[in-house]
């Protein structure tokens, strides 16, 4: 591959840009709840950070749970192509 | 002219498409949709078909708001369907994809439950050859079980629909509410449809197994027409609210370890149907007003992502996470349209999935459903972190597979060019969409708390799938099948017939066996009796007759005495 030409991922460089500019974005958007007064329909809305947090909790639980969920459910590909005993 | 049904052009081209080729054919597929939209823009709400057959009063025609909704929408996911799949040289898929839109529209437009059930079949039928035209074992077995699945369903809505009219004395399909056999067999009927946790496994197993072209149809089709009957026989219904938000939940969970980006997608659609269907139990009109725009909506960024995914088929044969990454490096185009279909599902703001699925959770939480509010809420970041990161990710961009290949025929880019300039659209431009919606709607979908609040899920999301994915936590692809519902009817399910089977087989020559030995003992003891040498054949001498009678007269004799 070495007549090919690199490509914008093959630079470490700029996916750790991507990884800096995700960074930044997260923290002005967290910050935005400092100035910007929402009007809620549930008072957890009202505390700060709340989507925030929850976004990144929950996405975390997620993949740790589907993680564990792997040694109950997670077969070999050919498991119904099988046939039984 | 205008009262036409819109299913019969459909019909009417599925049968000239199977008589015709080349570019003539191409104009006709193209052109069925154009026209019968045409059609549609000229169509009044009312009852414009009636008839009685056999003391039932049908109504194979009804138009109102809802119904003319579902069918513009039907015709947009035909026209895409039909372009996407254009470069198709066979026949089959052609003209079940014209049917098969066609029997969608039958349904939308029925006015009575037996016009419905009729379409409801045909949608099944037509569907299959999706799935058959694989011509894989696999693909063979899946297509059995959906059209079985498919069947089923229908079967407990004919059987609903009789003991509803019985009830009710009217065949209507007008809102029905659950409270009673009648109502719940409808209701499952239309749950199996609509994917219903349990109920749900022929959309993993069909959507994965059948042709790349096939499925963009499959998934823009069979699951709205049941949310558009949910919506028109049980809006309001409490049960579907926890129905809804399980169905948002369980299968985010199945998305992540997924290797199948089709069946990841699959799990997807499952999850935005769950949102459709909490918006049809919460029942008020914006959360209604919600779950249709949603269904709008979700037919085209799931049609576009699943275009996208069955471009990169196409063109490398494979599907697996485990196998692709780096595409956007040969397939930069296609990678982009997939970055819109999955910003759109994941509700970025300004794309089309944040101005309909903000409605239903403003909705769960004016009726004060917090539980239900947290569930959907879990599901958005979900969803974001499955299909607006996983899916792209996974196909374009992660470690290069080392595929070279190029972008997709120019049909395929077209229709996912359509599919995205209208996600970007409605999702910039909402208006429109709402004015065509069933209930009149105020609602301001780019208020700075929605917008903020939405960017600041998906943006954390991003940030935890970034920090788990660089701190080596995320699971990898693994070539692997996930046990789900169908387990049971595919393994226990004929392991159990198999073995009750061989049980009534060995009872069964048990039972013969020793039916055989005792007849065979009857006719042994009859032949040894009244056989040539039996002792009841014999000749008796008349002396010994009459020495046993003067035995006889001796001991009577005795007796006498006594």
């Keep these: 591959m070495k007549d090919e030409k690199t490509h914008v991922f093959d630079k470490q460089g700029n996916v750790r840009r991507v990884v800096h500019v995700l960074t930044v974005l997260c923290v002005l958007l967290l910050g935005a709840d400092f100035f910007f007064h929402r009007h809620v329909s549930h008072p957890w809305e009202g505390l700060w950070g709340f989507y925030a947090v929850f976004g990144f909790v929950a996405c975390v639980v997620l993949v740790l749970l589907a993680k564990e969920m792997r040694k109950l459910v997670m077969r070999d590909e050919d498991y119904y192509d099988r046939a039984d005993d | ?562």
Excluded at chain 2, 136 to 150: N, W
């Design chain 2, 1 to 562: 002219m205008t009262e036409l049904p819109p299913f019969v052009p459909f019909y009417a081209a599925a049968l000239l498409v199977a008589a015709t080729r080349g570019r003539l054919r191409q104009a006709i597929l193209l052109a069925t949709p154009a026209l019968g939209a045409l059609l549609l823009l000229g169509a009044q709400e009312g009852v414009h078909w009636q008839l009685s057959f056999m003391d039932f009063e049908l109504v194979p025609y009804r138009v109102d708001r809802l119904s003319l909704l579902f069918g513009y929408l039907f015709h947009i996911a035909a026209f895409i369907g039909v372009v996407f799949s254009l470069h198709l040289r066979g026949t089959g898929q052609h003209v079940a994809g014209l049917a098969y839109v066609g029997s969608a529209l039958g349904a939308v437009f029925a006015g009575d439950l037996v016009t419905l059930f009729v379409f409801w079949e045909l949608l099944a039928i037509t569907s299959v050859f999706f799935i058959w035209a694989r011509r894989s074992s696999r693909s063979e077995g899946a297509g059995i079980r959906y059209l079985v699945i498919q069947v089923l369903s229908g079967v407990l809505l004919l059987a609903g629909a009789v003991m509803h009219q019985r009830a009710t004395g009217s065949l209507a399909f007008t809102y029905i509410g659950l409270d009673n056999l009648a109502s719940t067999l409808i209701f499952v009927a239309f749950g199996i449809k609509a994917g219903f946790p349990l109920l749900h496994n022929w959309i993993t197993e069909a959507y994965p197994e059948a042709t790349p072209t096939g499925t963009v149809f499959l998934c823009m089709i069979t699951t709205k027409v049941a949310i558009y009957a949910l919506a028109r026989g049980f809006p309001g219904t409490e049960l579907l609210v926890c129905i809804g938000a399980v169905m948002t939940c369980f299968p985010i969970f199945y998305a992540v370890i997924e290797n199948d980006l089709r069946r990841v997608l699959a799990y997807s659609t499952i999850n935005q149907l769950g949102f459709m269907v909490c918006g049809i139990g919460l029942g008020t009109a914006l959360a209604l007003d919600g779950a249709v725009a949603h269904a709008f909506n979700h037919v085209l960024f799931k049609g576009l992502l699943f275009m996208a995914m069955g471009a990169v088929s196409h063109m490398t044969g494979r599907i697996n996470g485990s196998d692709l990454g780096g595409l956007y490096k040969s397939m930069p185009i296609t990678a982009g349209f997939c970055i819109v279909g999955a910003a759109s599902i994941s509700a970025f703001p300004l794309f089309s999935g944040f101005v309909s699925k903000s409605m239903v959770m403003v909705a769960a939480l004016d009726q004060g459903h917090t539980g239900v509010w947290l569930m959907l809420l879990f599901a958005s970041a979900g969803v974001f972190h499955h299909a607006g990161i996983k899916i792209p990710f996974f196909a374009f961009f992660s470690h290069d597979a080392g595929i070279r290949t190029t972008e997709p025929p120019l049909n395929m880019l077209v229709a996912m060019a359509l599919a995205a300039f209208l996600c970007v659209f409605i999702g910039a431009y909402p208006w429109l969409l709402y004015e065509a919606l069933p209930f009149p709607l105020d609602y301001k979908p780019f208020d700075g708390t929605h917008v903020l609040a939405q960017l600041q899920l998906l943006f954390f999301s991003a940030a935890a799938f970034t920090w788990l994915k660089l701190s080596g936590v995320y699971p990898p692809e693994l070539r692997s099948t996930n046990l789900d519902a169908e387990w049971i009817y595919r393994k226990p399910a004929p392991r159990a017939i198999r073995s009750v089977g061989a049980r009534i087989q060995a009872f069964d020559a048990a039972v013969r066996a020793g039916t055989l030995r005792r007849w065979s003992g009857v006719v042994g003891a009859l032949s040894r009796h009244h056989g040539p040498q039996g002792i009841l054949a014999r000749t008796w001498p008349t002396g010994s007759m009459v020495l046993w009678v003067a035995v006889l007269l001796g001991a009577s004799l005795v007796l006498y005495y006594l």
